[in-house]
């Protein structure tokens, strides 16, 4: 019981004297203050930047695998020119066929024909394309004097049609790993334009897409359908589109599905009949954009999309595997069946990869870099620390005669060095309770203004307020073991 009414006199003690030298202990618990604020600041910053990051690549498939088509390293092409001059043919192409010629001379006639072999109901959902058009042919009417050039972009300069994969080899890799493929994503970037009503407009980005895009992508459907095997076997002039779009061309009292909509991009108009309205989700940038200029997709059957490409075959397409398949497993052998499938081409190699790795490296390089930014901001903790000892240091010299007239008339040492401890204990649990909430109001501004979600986190609070308690103890104990070595005589001398 004494000792608690002696640390409690204690606290009266130390908070009347923060109150009679009010802007003195402001000024003391600045550097406190400053340094938790940076601290709890660049910490929700980044916490808020990885959770974006993070869910980001989770929307977008992180356990996804994605397989590409490009040139090979000057390595690589060396090592296929020996193997086959060595196997003494003239084999360029020899890859692009699944068995035979035949096949691969079918398959590419269904390609260039723009729609997938209809005997194969899961072919839609089994390749993909990222090679960008500068527009999709929908029941558009081209403008008088407008040309093709410029519209039909590459997947690269050097590649060519032969070099990427047909749909049919995209079918037979999704066969034989039929147990462990959940769905195939396929897509066609278009061009971006304008859906107008008589008042109004909204910005669109054309994708064309295949029946797996939607699983893959874990696009959720609000109204109506998605699209439907028979609109990309038919190449029917349908879309999905937003349910932002709809709020702004047909607003409330219409229903969207079955309307028609025109599509301006620079050089043509196309139309489309809304089969299907989606929920958006803001990512990335766009979640600070506003409404006004926010630019939404619209998915197109990808065999529409595919009449405006240069390459009607597949430079890379997205694979999700299903949820008991070791995803690191299953990327090293669909590496191995793409490096057998490209074996004798000469220039071009076929491999995957997956975002589950790159998600880990990422997560880890931007905490090390939070940690990083909050250490160098933790300098002004140690900065602020000196500060307080400073002042303690001056408050022990001006209250010199009152330490001696305690000690005078019984105080012991310990009671003194005490007294003085619980003063600096106070002034930075105070400067860090201040810095807190300034901390928490920079990480909300910080993390809106670049477009994140904030997000607090409890232990950072709680380590940033134990932490400036230990700096009040540190800092605080060379001034108070001061004041209790004071001898009481030449203390009460004292002028």
Excluded: W
Excluded at 10 to 28: F, V
Excluded at 75 to 94: E, H, L, M, V, W
Excluded at 429 to 455: D, H, P, Q, W, Y
């Amino acid at each position: 019981m004494v000792k608690e009414m002696f640390i409690k006199e204690n606290i009266i003690l130390a908070m009347a004297g923060l109150k009679s030298n009010k802007m003195r202990s402001l000024l003391t618990m600045l550097g406190i203050i400053i340094g938790i604020a940076s601290v709890i600041g660049v910490v929700s910053v980044g916490n808020a930047m990885t959770e974006s990051v993070t869910s980001s690549m989770s929307s977008m498939g992180a356990t996804n695998i994605t397989v590409n088509v490009q040139e090979k390293s000057a390595t690589n092409t060396k090592s296929t020119a020996t193997q086959s001059n060595a196997s003494g043919k003239n084999s360029t192409n020899s890859y692009q066929s699944g068995s035979n010629g035949a096949q691969s001379n079918a398959s590419t006639k269904n390609s260039t024909s723009g729609s997938p072999n209809a005997n194969k109901g899961t072919q839609t959902g089994s390749s993909g394309s990222s090679a960008s058009v500068g527009g999709v042919l929908g029941s558009g009417v081209r403008p008088q004097g407008s040309s093709n050039a410029g519209r039909q972009g590459k997947a690269s300069s050097t590649t060519k049609d032969t070099d990427l994969m047909t749909m049919e080899q995209v079918n037979t890799l999704q066969e034989n790993f039929s147990d462990k493929i959940s769905a195939v994503s396929i897509n066609e970037s278009g061009a971006s334009g304008k859906v107008k009503n008589e008042t109004t407009y909204a910005n669109i980005n054309t994708i064309g897409t295949n029946v797996g895009y939607r699983d893959v992508k874990n696009i959720q459907m609000k109204e109506g359908r998605y699209l439907a095997q028979n609109d990309i076997d038919g190449v029917k002039n349908v879309a999905v589109v937003s349910d932002k779009l709809v709020t702004k061309i047909f607003g409330s009292n219409i229903d969207p599905i079955d309307q028609q909509i025109k599509v301006y991009t620079s050089n043509a108009i196309f139309t489309y009949t809304v089969v299907g309205v989606y929920t958006y989700k803001a990512s990335g940038g766009n979640r600070t954009t506003s409404d006004e200029n926010l630019s939404t997709d619209l998915y197109i059957p990808i065999t529409v999309a595919k009449k405006a490409a240069t390459n009607k075959n597949y430079q890379t397409f997205t694979i999700k595997p299903k949820d008991s398949v070791d995803v690191s497993t299953f990327t090293t052998e669909l590496s191995t069946y793409l490096s057998n499938l490209y074996v004798k081409n000469p220039k071009f190699e076929a491999s995957a990869s997956n975002m589950e790795s790159m998600l880990e490296s990422r997560t880890t390089m931007m905490n090390t870099v939070a940690m990083a930014i909050s250490g160098i901001a933790g300098i002004s903790l140690l900065v602020g620390g000196i500060g307080v000892m400073n002042i303690m240091l001056v408050s022990v010299t001006e209250r010199t005669r009152e330490i001696g007239t305690r000690k005078a008339l019984g105080a012991k040492s310990s009671h003194i060095k005490m007294q003085f401890i619980v003063e600096s204990i106070i002034i930075c649990s105070i400067g860090g309770i201040l810095g807190i909430i300034l901390g928490l109001g920079l990480g909300t501004i910080g993390s809106k203004a670049m477009g994140f979600v904030n997000t607090v986190s409890p232990l950072v609070i709680i380590i940033s307020f134990t932490f400036s308690m230990f700096i009040g103890v540190f800092f605080g104990y060379y001034p108070a073991k001061k004041a209790a070595e004071l001898d009481p005589i030449e203390a009460l001398r004292y002028e």
